[in-house]
């Protein structure tokens, strides 16, 4: 195989000294186009819009986010500055509600800023690339974790875009296939992932450009790969996990997942920690995102009068007692309706 697992091709981010540029993920893949910011509400304003998603990266780029908010206003020298950044916190923490990243990063830099007596600019800014780095890592080690349990297992199915793009770089679910692909050769397929079409515009050029063969489906044909036999495992990224195991994750994973337990195919979801929200019970309790209408409906529909509207979450809940496996860089919880992940909480437990 020609890619290697520890060759990042794809980014979604870069720091640049004082900035921050985003690779527009709107714009794939026509363009490889990226934008550079250096104010806290400009990333706010890329991760709603979706230049930038996937729950990790949201999580990094809200980090660096902090750290251009302390740049620019300790740099005014004024007695507020705290307060601008604690504003432009609340911004970035209204940016999108389903991933726990964004949350989890924002309390991260909040805690290093609370420590800061002196100058806080150089401290902010080398905790927001620890946490791009330290994720990187995470995902490489959940490659090889993952890759271990799919031992031989051929034929691979992910949802949405759980790769570089969607992390620091390397890829959760995207990542544990990267590493089996690089052991052996493995048939990837990918669904297209209505509305916003993640896997049509974003996991199947991933994967190319890493030099990985993989045929994408319409989501709507998931069962019929299903029933034919060809698929061993269907493995997926996720936005919040809760205690109990319960996924959330892009709309149509618990779909894939209902479909799995009915053919006997295996379903893995491969987080870090930092998407875990160990503060909540269950699935029940994660906001649910919903998005414009006009992520799919026909612009001739949008008029005043239509009597035509449409429902778009666009995450959904997947039981735990449906999931075969949660792969953290913390090891792998088996069968998470039996205990939940609370062991996770352990930072020793691998
Ligand atoms: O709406 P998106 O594109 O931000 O949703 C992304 C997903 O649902 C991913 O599967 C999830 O964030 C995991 S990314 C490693």
């Not at 934008?35 to 230049?51: G, H, L, N, Q, Y």
């Not at 600019?121 to 620890?130: F, L, Y």
């Not at 036999?229 to 997926?236: F, L, Q, T, Y």
């Not at 053919?263 to 414009?292: C, L, W």
Request: net charge negative; aromatic share 6%.
């Amino acid at each position: 195989m020609s890619s290697s697992p520890n060759k990042l091709n794809v980014h979604a981010l870069v720091w640049q000294e004082t900035q921050l540029s985003v690779l527009d993920q709107r714009q794939l893949p026509e363009q490889v186009h990226y934008d550079t910011f250096s104010t806290a509400p400009e990333v706010a304003e890329a991760i709603k819009s979706m230049r930038v998603r996937g729950a990790p990266a949201i999580g990094i780029a809200a980090a660096y986010a902090v750290a251009l908010s302390v740049q620019q206003h300790y740099a005014l020298d004024n007695t507020q500055w705290r307060q601008q950044v604690n504003a432009d916190i609340a911004i970035l923490a209204a940016a999108r509600p389903t991933a726990v990243n964004l949350f989890w990063a924002l309390s991260v830099m909040q805690d290093v800023l609370a420590c800061q007596s002196g100058s806080p600019v150089a401290a902010m800014i080398s905790k927001a690339v620890e946490i791009h780095q330290q994720d990187i890592a995470a995902n490489q080690q959940m490659g090889e974790i993952g890759a271990d349990i799919l031992a031989d297992a051929q034929s691979l199915l992910t949802h949405c875009n759980a790769g570089a793009l969607a992390t620091g770089g390397y890829g959760t679910a995207l990542g544990v296939i990267r590493s089996a692909v690089q052991r052996q050769a493995r048939t990837v397929f990918a669904g297209e992932t209505r509305p916003w079409l993640q896997g049509t515009r974003l996991t199947v050029w991933e994967l190319a450009e890493d030099n990985i063969p993989v045929t994408l489906i319409a989501d709507s044909a998931a069962a019929v790969l299903m029933h034919s036999g060809k698929i061993d495992w269907i493995i997926v990224g996720a936005d919040r996990i809760a205690a109990n195991g319960d996924v959330a994750n892009k709309i149509g994973t618990y779909s894939l997942a209902v479909l799995a337990k009915y053919h006997s195919v295996k379903m893995m979801v491969v987080a870090p920690v930092s998407t875990i929200d160990f503060t909540m019970d269950n699935g029940s309790q994660i906001e649910i995102e919903q998005r414009a209408a006009s992520e799919f409906l026909p612009d001739c529909y949008m008029h005043k009068d239509s009597l035509i509207g449409a429902w778009n979450p666009v995450f959904d809940v997947t039981p735990a007692e449906l999931i075969s496996v949660i792969v953290t860089e913390r090891g792998a919880v088996f069968n998470p309706f039996e205990q939940g992940v609370k062991e996770l909480q352990n930072e020793n437990r691998i």
